[in-house]
């Protein structure tokens, strides 16, 4: 069955450093998603992404925070001066269509799991 | 601030009952609605899709929407030991056509 990737499984970096989080979609999936979820706290949409540009983000997806398909299958985040509140699970998640309201799945990969130190 | 509220748990239930798991939505027009279910430390799996009022059933699950009270519920018949997870609420935010508002999730708990 296929399935959204996501490496690593977890990411310890220190404060201030650069990271950057990779995910491989589905093969056919065309629109693309970061979520988040701090350790018990709710999951929170990030971005989503198409044909190469943002489609919509929330205001958790500040300057600090920038997304790329560099290639055909890979879709990454980049959280460029980490902080001690961006330590928390990363999952990617992809879906066929746009619109979440045609019966359509985003389906989500396993997650990153971030440290900030 | 559109908010999803779901009541955290722990929802305890006996092997074979029915667990019912409730949300209320505060975005008067929301449209589509999601029931993801999270075990721990995993990622969320979507159980169901609901976007007219009344029931959609799937095997063991039942999604109840009632837009006049901005309720949305599920079913879970004949409740199995792997039930056990954490459902997470999910709805998508009107005027957008991807992005979800997630509810903190309730914690069920199947006993034998």
């Known amino acids: 069955e296929p399935e959204v990737t996501q490496t690593p499984s977890h990411q310890v970096t220190q404060m201030g450093q650069e990271v950057i989080l990779r995910c491989v979609p589905i093969s056919n999936h065309l629109y693309f998603y970061w979520y988040r979820q701090i350790l018990g706290q709710k999951v929170e949409f990030l971005v989503s992404f198409y044909n190469n540009e943002i489609s919509e983000k929330s205001e958790i997806f500040d300057d600090q925070f920038s997304v790329e398909r560099p290639d055909g299958s890979n879709f990454t985040l980049k959280i460029r001066s980490t902080k001690l509140e961006d330590s928390a699970m990363y999952f990617c998640?992809?879906?066929?269509?746009?619109?979440?309201?045609?019966?359509?799945?985003?389906?989500f990969g396993q997650g990153t799991r971030l440290t900030v130190v | 601030q559109k908010e999803v509220e779901q009541n955290s748990g722990p929802l305890s239930v006996p092997e074979g009952a029915i667990a019912s798991l409730n949300c209320t939505y505060s975005d008067r027009v929301s449209q589509s609605f999601f029931w993801y279910r999270q075990y721990s430390g995993k990622s969320p799996e979507l159980i169901m899709s609901?976007?007219?009022?009344g029931d959609k059933e799937d095997g063991r699950f039942t999604a109840q929407l009632n837009k006049a009270s901005q309720y949305v519920s599920l079913l879970i018949r004949d409740s199995q030991p792997s039930d056990s997870a954490t459902y997470l609420c999910a709805v998508l935010n009107t005027g957008t056509a991807s992005k979800l508002t997630f509810g903190t999730g309730t914690r069920l708990q199947v006993t034998l």
């Open positions: 609901i976007y007219s009022n």
């Open positions: 998640a992809s879906s066929e269509f746009r619109s979440l309201m045609m019966d359509t799945e985003a389906f």
